[in-house]
């Protein structure tokens, strides 16, 4: 997986505790984050890490997995992070497991929101090739969606993935907003050679039968 990881950043010109709030709380998650439409927060894990569930809907079918995450918000500069892994069976899913992190990085008046992520597919290497780069893009709209509600009050609701096609609103989230490698890295690459040094130590997520 390490040379076809996935990199988002997006700056959020807003203050850190509301992006913390609207990226960490499960209800709110969702409202943005178009990946999912469910993240139910279930047992504590070891060292202060939480399980959850999680679930998207797709047509005729809601795909259903775990998850394990942890945050940190006691970076010396201000920063925080959260590491996170999760899993499925289910075969309607692009991802069989995988693992990532948020950064939050103080950056004037804003903050840069970055995930680095990777995951094993769950289509085979020959679908991944067109599966990836969709959760690619999915995962910067969101994240530009985010930084919508974050700067300007707009619900997400008020931009559904139908607004893609809403070419007359310029000011629609946009995936092409985020940045999409790191500075001076490249698009495909092992994006967790950054992850915060605790997404070694959380334990597997639990499998859904």
């Given at each position: 997986m390490a040379e076809r990881g996935i990199y988002v950043e997006v700056r959020v010109a807003a203050p850190l505790d509301m992006v913390w709030e609207l990226t960490q709380d499960p209800e709110q998650h969702v409202r943005w984050d178009v990946r999912f439409s469910e993240i139910l927060p279930t047992t504590p894990a070891d060292?202060?890490?939480?399980?959850?569930?999680?679930?998207?809907?797709?047509?005729?079918?809601?795909?259903?997995?775990?998850?394990v995450s942890?945050?940190?918000?006691?970076?010396?500069?201000?920063?925080?992070?959260?590491?996170?892994?999760?899993a499925t069976t289910d075969p309607w899913s692009p991802i069989r497991s995988g693992r990532g992190y948020w950064r939050y990085v103080p950056d004037g008046d804003g903050v840069r929101f970055i995930t680095g992520y990777d995951y094993a597919p769950g289509w085979g290497t020959v679908l991944d090739r067109f599966a990836r780069p969709v959760l690619g893009w999915a995962t910067a709209w969101s994240f530009d969606r985010l930084r919508v509600w974050a700067e300007r009050g707009e619900p997400?609701?008020?931009?559904?993935?139908?607004?893609?096609?809403?070419?007359?609103?310029?000011?629609?989230?946009?995936?092409?907003?985020?940045?999409?490698?790191?500075?001076?890295?490249?698009?495909?690459?092992?994006?967790?050679?950054?992850?915060?040094?605790?997404?070694?130590?959380?334990?597997?997520?639990?499998?859904?039968?």
């Open positions: 060292a202060g890490a939480m399980r959850f569930t999680y679930t998207r809907r797709v047509p005729l079918r809601t795909v259903s997995g775990d998850g942890i945050g940190d918000t006691s970076g010396r500069d201000g920063s925080r992070t959260s590491a996170l892994r999760f997400p609701e008020r931009w559904p993935l139908a607004s893609v096609l809403w070419f007359w609103r310029p000011e629609r989230p946009r995936a092409a907003r985020c940045r999409r490698a790191p500075a001076h890295g490249r698009r495909r690459d092992d994006h967790l050679r950054d992850a915060p040094a605790v997404l070694a130590s959380l334990p597997a997520p639990r499998r859904t039968p």
